[in-house]
């Protein structure tokens, strides 16, 4: 029902940072809880960050806390990733997606997602 598209991905120097965007469109944005999810090789997708609908609630991995920031625009349909410090270990391929309803941080209950955007930080 919802679309999604990821961009604002790149590649910067180890400490550097980027702003991810997620732009939805169709649906009710405001009627889904909109996570952000890492897929490196080698390694298992990772939940990075989750948001409810209102924004009063959110998540942060252990392995980003007081780095990342996510956020969202409900009038503008769209859900943000401030990611600072960038490290090496947080080189991936970064999905947006959408899971209708409550609050969730488990990556396969979410139900609609974006193509990715990759994410490269090097040393």
């Known amino acids: 029902q919802v679309q999604l598209v990821e961009s604002g991905g790149g590649s910067v120097q180890a400490g550097g940072s980027l702003r991810l965007s997620c732009a939805a469109s169709g649906g009710t944005f405001s009627s889904y809880t909109m996570g952000w999810f890492r897929q490196a090789p080698g390694k298992e997708r990772l939940t990075v960050a989750a948001i409810s609908r209102s924004g009063g609630i959110t998540y942060y991995a252990d392995s980003v806390k007081g780095r990342f920031t996510i956020s969202r625009d409900n009038a503008k349909n769209t859900m943000y990733l401030q990611m600072n410090s960038l490290k090496p270990e947080d080189t991936a391929i970064y999905y947006c997606?959408?899971?209708?309803?409550?609050?969730?941080?488990?990556?396969?209950?979410?139900?609609?997602w974006g193509q990715g955007t990759q994410v490269t930080a090097s040393s």
């Open positions: 997606a959408a899971r209708e309803g409550p609050w969730a941080t488990d990556w396969a209950t979410y139900d609609y």
